[in-house]
């Protein structure tokens, strides 16, 4: 198995090989189709050998060429979840007159029973499931592989885990971690390993006590490096950390988890 990230959007999107057929996890913002056509062609790769298109959720900047790249040939797939969900963006783009969109043809969509999802992977050589993991938008889906990889679009980043106790997020992470992922990637954030301890910062630590040894080490002139592997978080939040730390004068760390938060939205 294969994993590309596809770089022609702010949306970042995926290209998935399996033993026996693509998948195309979620898709730009209308308007991007000519960049993905570069884009895929670039890993040697024609629109038309992908099998299969998933989209995290139905928001513009996450199936705004899905339409588009199925015209080509690949299959969108649905899930049962999603489906009153499929047009929920079309009212937007409809505002954007100098942008094409092309609404996704319901005629041609495959509807998929979210417990169905390991024998639908399993046809194209991908051992997984996808799990509904609402938080960001009642739609939103994760495609969790047995080999460690986790795709969730929008759902907001582990490490903010502590901030959104007793919430569908944090029910929504509970769902992932226990598929033990080893990685994982995100619709807008570069990809993040999760410690072998539990994740990012697990659902047991105290988010603002790690906040505030990561501003003490950097303090104390700590590489971010050394950093992570004292404390054990992943490494995108103690560049968050250090970033905002050095950006603003006389922050705390209630500033900083304010201005994480705020970045996860």
Known sequence: MKIHELKYSNTNTFLIEGDSGKILFDTGWAGTFSAFCKAIGELHVSAQEIDYILISHFHPDHMGIAQEIADLGPVVVVMDLQRDH???SDVIFAKEKDTAFVPIADE???ILQISESREFLKAVGIDGEILSTPGHSDDSISLCLD????FVGDLNPLYELELHRETQIEDSWNKILKANPK????????AT????AGAAVSGHDDVYKQVSKIMKLIDKGVSLDRIQKKTGVDTSFVEDVARMYLTHQNVGVQGI????EIKGK
């Open 108 to 110: 041609r969509v495959r």
């Open 193 to 196: 390993e999760i410690a072998a």
């Open 147 to 150: 080999s460690g990889e986790v």
């Open 86 to 88: 499929v047009h929920d």
């Open 183 to 190: 990685v994982v990637y995100y619709g807008h954030a570069k």
């Open 257 to 260: 988890l304010d201005r994480i």
